[in-house]
């Protein structure tokens, strides 16, 4: 097997051809003029024929002329693969896929999202908007690297850190007379309304909460399509806390007890996999955020 060129000496070769001095290849190499003589004189010994006329400093020979042109392309290319892999452990670079449950898509994801630009502009990023059981099995299967969903049964391939305790409420038009009571309602309230379902019934269903629970008539699964048909009095429905609308939005949002339901929140990945170090930004972030958020909403830290 022959010897490998090493990157260092062709470094110098172009240098000292470009510049026509040794010296100059020295310095810029940080090495003795005397030990980049020698590095040329190996260079030399593994093309078996002279790179340099003799005695007619750093001219290069015909030889010397023709691979100047490879060496030039080998380092360059040499050059944009050490940055790219240092980006990359830097974390400045690399893909990050993360999968987030429907009632955090609309309002949580964005910000999420530019935050993490801002601070990662050269990392791509795919985000998709799936149900908590679907969140579990693309991180599961390795399709997504991060997951925000609701707490699954434990598997020894997923670590689940929870971040939220979020109880479910109702979301009606303030002007709903559940909502002018001014305190919580039971379920049992809710069997005279029509109501309409959404992604996170998933979750409330068999709990012998109500027929209206079990099999709504309506199902509407887009956050923003759900409270704009609350808004134009289709009926109500039953969110979590983290999901509540927006102050301005003209809906109430009215803890539901007897009994209080909740559901616990949290950022998952893979177990025993060593994250990209953009990845790792982004569970880390993922984290912060989601914790900020849940406070600012009114649910619960775990």
């Given at each position: ?56 400093r ?15 392309e ?10 790219a ?18 009632s ?101 269903k ?43 939005s ?32 982004m ?8 914790a ?11």
């Open positions: 097997m022959s010897t490998p060129l090493k990157i260092q000496h062709l470094r110098q070769f172009l240098m000292a051809a470009d510049h026509g001095s040794f010296r100059v290849a020295a310095q810029g190499t940080f090495r003795s003029q005397a030990a980049v003589s020698a590095a040329m004189q190996d260079l030399e010994q593994q093309l078996g024929a002279p790179l340099f006329e003799p005695g007619k750093a001219q290069l020979t015909a030889l010397g002329q023709s691979v100047a042109p490879l060496f030039r080998l380092l360059a290319t040499h050059d944009r693969v050490l940055d892999a240092r980006q990359f452990g830097m974390g400045s670079q690399g893909p990050v896929a993360l999968a987030v449950m429907p955090l898509a609309d309002e949580w994801l964005p910000r999420l999202l530019e935050r993490y630009a801002r601070s990662h502009p050269d990392v791509r990023m795919r985000a998709l908007d799936e149900t908590s059981p679907e969140v579990h099995r693309l991180v599961l299967a390795g399709d997504v690297q991060v997951g925000v969903a609701g707490q699954a049964p434990r598997t020894a391939e997923v670590a689940f850190t929870p971040v939220a305790r979020d109880a479910f409420g109702l979301v009606c038009k303030k002007s709903h007379p559940l909502a002018r009571r001014r305190g919580p309602v039971s379920w049992a309230a809710l069997a005279d309304e029509r109501l309409i379902g959404n992604a996170t019934f998933e979750t409330l068999n709990r012998q909460l109500g027929s209206g629970i079990d099999d709504p008539a309506i199902v509407v699964s887009n956050r923003a399509s759900l409270l704009a048909s609350v808004v134009g009095g289709l009926g109500v429905t039953v969110l979590p806390v983290l999901a509540r609308p927006a102050a301005g003209g809906l109430a949002f009215v803890p539901l007890v007897e009994p209080v339901v909740e559901r616990i929140v949290g950022v998952l990945t893979r177990k025993e996999e060593t994250l990209l170090p953009s990845v790792a930004a569970h880390a972030l993922a984290l912060r955020s989601l900020q958020f849940t406070r600012r909403k009114g649910a619960v830290l775990v």
